[in-house]
């Protein structure tokens, strides 16, 4: 018994000191950790302080939205200062130092005032506070929008002045010759007269015997000279006579052939029938497309061998109305039962022809539908005839005209009085254009007739288009 209770008693002993032992292990640890613990929470409240410095607790909360997305491999800090040398480098150009963003914030800004302060002169006073780069540029762009603009306009200008002034040299280059001539014609005379100066000058120091006998000379040359005139005169007028007595003769040999006549160019025949068809009222003539003939065109029907320009020769009036490369059909639009049309029977139309153009002058008055009154359109219904027919007409009568259609002579009434014109104040100016119609269709007349150009009345004219016909007709104009 004694040796078990000794045994039992040394196991309470060891436990109480293992006891003993942990408590004191333990309670260091604890210490150990406590400590370590303050030291953790002292750093953390430094850290805090220390960030509480660089973001609020707002601003922590809606960092994100403050500052962008960050990128993965840098803070909401480091993504802030990309932006921040992204936007001096935008502003300044070029990459921004390593330095503080103050540092870098205060430079751009010394830059952008300078700027802004050197553009005053630009863009007028501003305020720097309240004035932006951006607005800066924006009218810095206008002002050199608006200056290339006045370059451009300075340049047509000076485009402009250089031409002025080119052609001003070329007039003072043409000026210049003329004055050159004119300064060679004067040199010229002065060097005639000149000369003549010396002559007189050598001719008064000859002594009198000399010019007596030098003045007896001239005038043997000039008895000379005389002499040999008055034969080649007396030669001349033998020819004369010789050329008058050949020129009797030749008249009188002319006469047994008849007198010319003016208007004789416009009577020659444009073509002839071919054929007839009398149950149709259709005749084929011998001018087709080769011949530059369109549907439309008349022509008046003339007896083989007969004189077309006589009055009342034609015998009938036909209008192309199919074509033919060398022939054409034709309608009958107006004929005489007694004057049937036969083959061989010849066609003529004053204004059109198929290797010319005839030129017509339109002059006078008109009465075209016979009531007895001028026509005031007359003129112009006249020449789109035609033009129609493929003739033109022209303002005055040249060599070029062919055909003058002549109408009634302009009325010109009495000059008005001072009571008329106080009625009608344009009476004067009216006067005054029938005057002036008066002497143009005068001067007209005679220039015609001086040209030998066949004048032709409205009706003739008419007759020789084959369009009598067709005058009564709706469209005929």
């Known amino acids: 018994m004694p040796a078990l209770r000794r045994k039992q008693s040394n196991a309470m002993l060891y436990t109480l000191i293992i006891f003993v032992g942990l408590f004191i292990v333990s309670t260091t640890v ?7 613990a303050e030291e953790h929470r002292t750093a953390r409240n430094d850290l805090q302080t220390e960030f509480d410095n660089f973001v609020s607790a ?26 921040l040398d992204k936007a001096i480098s935008l502003i300044s150009g070029g990459l921004p130092e390593s330095t503080s963003a103050e540092v870098k914030i205060n430079k751009v800004s010394a830059q952008a005032a300078d700027m802004l302060q050197n553009s005053v002169q630009y863009i007028g006073e501003k305020d720097p506070n309240l004035t932006g780069l951006v607005q800066v540029i924006k009218e810095l762009t206008q002002k050199l929008k608006d200056t290339l603009d006045s370059k451009v306009a300075a340049q047509k200008n000076l485009a402009d002045l250089q031409m002025k002034f080119e052609e001003a040299e070329a007039a003072n280059r043409d000026a210049y010759q003329v004055l050159l001539k004119a300064k060679d014609e004067l040199m010229q005379d002065y060097n005639d007269v000149k000369s003549d100066y010396a002559a007189l000058s050598e001719l008064l120091e000859e002594t009198t015997d000399e010019q007596v006998q030098s003045l007896k000379e001239q005038l ?16 001349t007028q033998a020819i004369l006579s010789e050329t008058k007595i050949m020129l009797e003769d030749a008249k009188k040999e002319l006469a047994g052939f008849g007198v010319p006549q003016q208007d004789s160019l416009a009577y020659i025949p444009d073509g002839q029938i071919l054929s007839i068809d009398n149950n149709t009222k259709i005749v084929y003539v011998n001018l087709g497309s080769n011949d530059r003939v369109y549907r439309g065109l008349t022509f008046a029907v003339y007896d083989k061998g007969a004189y077309i320009g006589q009055e009342g020769q034609d015998k009938a009036e036909i209008e192309i109305f199919d074509i033919g490369t060398t022939y054409s059909a034709a309608r009958i639009i107006k004929s005489e039962i007694n004057k049937p049309i036969l083959n061989g029977d010849t066609i003529a139309n004053l204004i059109w022809a198929s290797k010319k153009t005839n030129e017509f002058v339109i002059a006078g008055d008109f009465d075209l539908n016979k009531d007895g009154k001028n026509d005031f359109d007359a003129e112009a219904k006249i020449k789109l005839i035609i033009e129609k027919w493929g003739g033109k007409v022209a303002d005055k009568v040249s060599i070029e005209t062919d055909f003058l259609i002549f109408g009634t002579q302009p009325q010109v009434v009495g000059k008005p009085t001072d009571e008329e014109l106080e009625i009608d104040p344009t009476a004067m100016k009216q006067y005054e254009t029938a005057v002036e119609r008066l002497q143009q269709y005068n001067k007209l007349e005679e220039r015609a007739k001086a040209l030998w150009i066949p004048i032709f009345t409205y009706e003739k004219f008419v007759h020789l288009i084959g369009y009598t016909g067709k005058m009564g007709q709706a469209g005929a104009f």
């Open 58 to 83: 707002d601003e922590k909360e809606d960092a994100g939205s403050i500052v962008g997305q960050a990128d993965n491999a840098s803070t909401y800090l480091g993504t802030m200062v990309q932006h």
């Open 30 to 36: 604890a210490v150990f950790y406590y400590v370590k």
């Open 220 to 235: 043997d040359r000039e008895k000379n000279n005389f002499k040999s005139l008055n034969d080649q005169f007396t030669e």
